[in-house]
């Protein structure tokens, strides 16, 4: 079997399905392209089916390369038998793999390397025949400088003989099964870090055991971390007898003289050579299972938090409050322009009256829609502050998850953009386009510090980068890009551009002006035919005289649509605007060896409505007003909240108290729950029992089963 049939095979997919996208990418074309505009090759597969062809690929290919070294490497040593050829080329796991080389590999100078120097490698033989002999005599012939008496002869003997064990492929299998179903993970508190600050974050674990196959992600990686700040002590292993007692059943064959030399050596060779690696790799396994876990809950998450549904562009302001400094004003146009900034005290009594005045005038001034305010300290003080202006408009005051903002303040990105204003008013300026766009603002961002994942500093970085990267350009081209006013960050996600580019198009529009069509990227200095291929598509040009340059129909298709329109006698702006019209269109009739009915349907509902977000309708949230506290807080209260975070164990809702509280997974409905992203997303709004308030240790428990 080939690696594309068992890819095929792995996915449920046909095999020709794989083959045309690995061609495709191959050929240089992106997940989000493949998977809008080239359906017909490969059979409508989704995004998800094109990620997990191209992993599997990737990880069927380092497979197959490192079985081709290891190949080679032992054929170099003039030990390659025909027997272990077949046996390599027919193992597909990689533990299973590295076992049978395990006996080739160069090793540091090891005892029982240093034993078969001191001349005691036929002793060794002897020894693992296991014959009813006195091994003592026996060791007598082998005294030398280096092992000047009988035990120590033995000593080097048994060190050698316990490498063979270790090393052998078989019994390694079969001790990794006893690992795999026996094993329990223990964690236990440092006796003298038990006190120390920090300590009481892992209380939960400082006596801790667990089956492996049950340990959840969130638990293991809370584990490792307490390990790796030096609060707790971890093991990883199966009842000592279990393992010994598989090991007596494959080395010992016979019960004599031997038998007490062959259990030494079974022993040491458990201890010293095959618990520290089995439990070196199962760890190492559990935390790929918990990484894979925790970044797949944290991609989830993102993509919730990016597709959050945008205010729009309209006149905004924005407020990064704060009860000390003040809170830092700013009044945005509706393209995210920064237009005016000063600070307000609303929390002092002399202020107040000036700075309503200074308010209103802004808000008439610029005609703001709404005014945006960052959710931390003092965030639903000054909510509650501005509720109270009369601004004589329908003026909606917005609470805005400012996770982050503070990270983009002090960036290279906000310096190059306002290299004169004070970082403080750099946070207003993105919370205010949280609000106007989270996802056009949230690029800007390491996703890592938006703060919607669980331990995502401590899962594997390259991984968790590469599916957020992923992620990020699934839904920047999901909902396209306006190309005269996106950002350099923005631009970076569409499909086939990447920071280079997207740097050389904003240097065209400030040279030239806007874009009036897509033909004209052509121009932008080093954007080829393939770049052009892959993005166009996915960049919008609004009120662009051709109108479907404003949609998601592909520039290759552009010329089907001329026929139709010729076709019913009519234009391509009158088709996309009459409906009575396009229900004429007989789109089977339009089908080619390139175009198909999925392609057909595709541009038959982007007529429909061109352009358009998939990212639904803003709606406010408002909170209850008189809580501002979690010391305001009563057990019983049934409150709307917003979901901010999901993780393994359940989901963290803001009630707009300052402080999150949590569902338990257990608590998020009725019944059985498997994942709590099967029930609870970021950003939904929910109803949750307040049934615990923990104020020294700020921590709020909720109930969504019992709210209802």
């Known amino acids: 079997m080939n690696i594309q049939q068992e890819i095929a095979q792995q996915l449920n997919v046909n095999s020709n399905q794989v083959k045309a996208v690995l061609e495709l990418f191959t050929d240089g074309c992106t997940i ?103 091994y003592w005599k026996d060791a007598k012939k082998f005294i030398n400088k280096n092992c000047p008496d009988e035990e120590a002869c033995l000593q080097g003997a048994r060190d050698i003989f316990a490498q063979w064990i270790a090393d052998d492929s078989d019994i390694r299998k079969s001790l990794r099964r006893v690992f795999k179903e026996k094993s329990l993970f223990h964690s236990k ?56 007692r598989l090991l007596n059943s494959r080395v010992i064959r016979q019960r004599n003289k031997s038998t007490q030399q062959t259990s030494m050596v079974i022993e040491d060779a458990y201890q010293r050579l095959m618990l520290p690696s089995l439990e070196k790799e199962f760890l190492a396994d559990l935390k790929a299972k918990a990484d894979e876990k925790s970044i797949e809950v944290f991609s989830k ?19 990064d409050p704060g009860f000390r400094t003040g809170c830092k004003v700013v009044a945005l146009s ?63 005051v917005v609470m805005v998850n400012e996770s982050g903002a503070s990270i983009y303040s002090a960036s290279a990105i906000a310096r190059e953009e306002f290299p004169d204003l004070d970082l403080t008013y750099r946070g207003s300026v993105s919370i205010a386009r949280r609000l106007m766009d989270p996802l056009a603002e949230l690029v800007k961002i390491d996703p890592k510090s938006i703060g919607v994942g669980q331990y995502q500093h401590d899962v594997n970085q390259k991984q968790l980068k590469g599916s957020l990267s992923d992620v ?24 086939g551009l990447g920071p280079a580019l997207a740097k050389n198009i904003v240097e065209y529009r400030q040279e030239n002006g806007a874009f009036t069509s897509r033909k004209q990227l052509s121009k932008v200095k080093r954007l080829g035919a393939k770049a052009f291929e892959q993005a166009s598509g996915f960049l919008r040009i609004r009120n662009a005289a051709n109108p479907l340059d404003s949609s998601a129909v592909h520039p290759e298709r ?60 803003f709606e406010n ?34 009630i707009g108290v300052h402080q999150d509280g949590l569902v338990h997974v257990s608590q998020l409905k009725n019944g059985f729950v498997r994942d709590p992203l099967e029930v609870v997303q970021v950003n939904q709004k929910v109803k949750v029992l307040v049934t615990e308030i923990d104020i020294a240790r700020k921590r709020i428990s909720l109930s969504m089963k019992d709210a209802q």
């Not at 533990?95 to 006996?103: A, H, V």
């Not at 005290?345 to 309503?356: M, N, V, W």
Request: contains cysteine; hydrophobic residues 35%; positive net charge.
């Open 32 to 134: 989000p392209f493949i998977a809008r505009y080239r359906k017909e090759q490969t059979g409508s597969l989704d995004e998800l089916q094109i990620q997990q062809i191209r992993d599997s690929n990737k990880r069927l290919v380092d497979f197959q390369q490192r079985k081709e070294y290891i190949i080679s490497t032992i054929r170099e040593l003039g030990k390659l038998s025909d027997e272990l050829l077949k046996k390599i080329n027919a193992t597909s796991k990689i533990t299973e793999l590295e076992d049978l080389y395990r006996p080739f590999k160069k090793k540091k100078l090891s005892r029982a390397e240093i034993a078969r120097n001191n001349g005691l490698l036929d002793l060794a033989k002897l020894l693992s025949r296991q014959e009813d002999r006195n």
């Open 189 to 244: 508190v440092v006796g003298t870090r038990k006190t120390k600050e920090g300590a009481d974050r892992f209380r939960d674990y400082f006596e801790y055991s667990e089956p492996i196959n049950r340990i959840a992600a969130h638990r293991f990686l809370a584990i490792m971390r307490g390990n790796a700040e030096g609060f707790l002590r971890i093991k990883l292993r199966p009842d000592e007898e279990d393992a010994i």
């Open 301 to 319: 998450n993102i993509r919730e938090l990016l597709m959050t549904a945008p205010y729009g562009e309209q006149p905004l302001l924005g407020i």
């Open 334 to 396: 509706a393209t995210g322009q920064l237009l005016d900034y000063f600070t307000i005290f609303p929390f002092l009594e002399s202020k107040q009256e000036g700075d309503i005045l200074r308010l209103k005038k802004l808000v008439r001034k610029y005609q703001a829609k709404a005014i945006a305010v960052g959710n931390g300290t003092a965030g639903k003080e000054t909510q509650n502050f501005l509720k109270k202006i009369d601004f004589e408009s329908s003026l909606q």
């Open 472 to 495: 990020v350009m699934s839904c920047v081209n999901a909902v396209g890009v306006e190309l005269n006013t996106a950002s350099p960050q923005l631009l970076s996600y569409v499909s």
């Open 558 to 617: 552009y010329n089907l649509l001329t026929k139709i329109a010729r076709d019913k006698s009519c234009t391509i702006k009158e088709l996309i605007e009459k409906k009575a019209l396009r229900d004429t269109v007989v789109w089977k009739n339009y089908r080619t060896k390139e175009v198909g009915l999925p392609t057909l349907q595709d541009i038959k509902e982007e007529l429909e409505k061109p352009g358009r977000d998939p990212r639904g309708t």
């Open 621 to 654: 949230t408002n909170f209850r007003e008189d809580l501002n506290s979690i010391e305001d807080l009563n057990t019983g209260m049934v409150l709307q909240g917003i979901v901010t975070n999901v993780t393994n164990f359940g989901a963290f809702v803001d």
